[in-house]
């Protein structure tokens, strides 16, 4: 079982603390994490433009004029592209659609991946669940300095929503506060150090754990 460092809550080494192999020590599968990677930045981009055509506009069911006798050329829809109101004529239809789908197997093999990897990198640690009173940034500017972070971005993974805590994390530009449900590989990566609390351990473990075939 590989060992991390293990820091209290004010920032102190307590020791050290074991984690799962079957999530801390998988195989790192490179080309599974770009795959997820790629994805979730995937996901996020906006699909381009779309106008309507003239089946998707709405009104103009009714023939504006009759056909003959009023001198005019002939029409039979008021949102016909050459009227105002109308449909646009070969307007873009809002393609290509750029969300990828992966398997869940495949998403918690490279989440795994990425953890592996940190952890042979010595880039995550451990430490007791921090509980404020009040949301108090100057707090956790105190703990980053007596754990000796220096200018690295740091990702706390928290086992629940912790206003106090997070909202004291936001106001600082190189740390996050992220719950572990929102496991992420774009912010794994992102940021140099992670510190997990000692409660999201656990939930984490119990959430990426290898599923065993049932014969």
């Known amino acids: ?10 920032g102190k080494k307590a020791g050290e603390f074991s984690l799962e192999d079957a ?29 309507l055509d003239r089946t998707e506009v709405r009104g103009g069911g009714r023939k504006p004029y009759r056909q003959k006798g009023t001198g005019r050329a002939r029409c039979g829809s008021t949102r016909s592209p050459v009227r105002t109101g109308g449909a646009v004529a070969m307007g873009p239809s809002g393609e290509p659609n750029y969300t990828l789908k992966m398997p869940k197997k495949a998403r918690r093999a490279a989440v795994r991946s990425i953890l592996t990897d940190k952890v042979r990198k010595g880039q995550l640690f451990v430490i007791e669940n921090v509980k404020f009173d ?13 754990m000796d972070v220096g200018t690295e971005k740091v990702l706390f993974v928290i086992d629940e929503r912790n206003y106090n805590f997070e909202c004291s ?22 940021h140099g150090r992670v510190v997990m609390f000692e409660n999201a351990v656990s939930k984490v473990t119990k959430t990426l754990v290898p599923r065993k075939k049932v014969n």
Do not use: C, G, W
Not at 169 to 190: G, Q, T, W
């Open 134 to 146: 009040e949301p108090k940034t100057k707090r956790i500017i105190e703990l980053l300095k007596t």
């Open 169 to 190: 994390v936001r106001n600082i530009p190189n740390a996050k506060a992220l719950v572990y449900s929102n496991l992420n590989p774009h912010d794994l990566m992102y």
């Open 23 to 51: 999530v801390f020590s998988d195989r790192v599968r490179v080309i599974t994490a770009q795959e997820l990677l790629l994805l979730q930045l995937s996901n996020k981009r906006r699909a381009n433009a779309k106008t």
């Open 1 to 10: 079982m590989p060992n991390v460092s293990k820091y209290d809550q004010t």
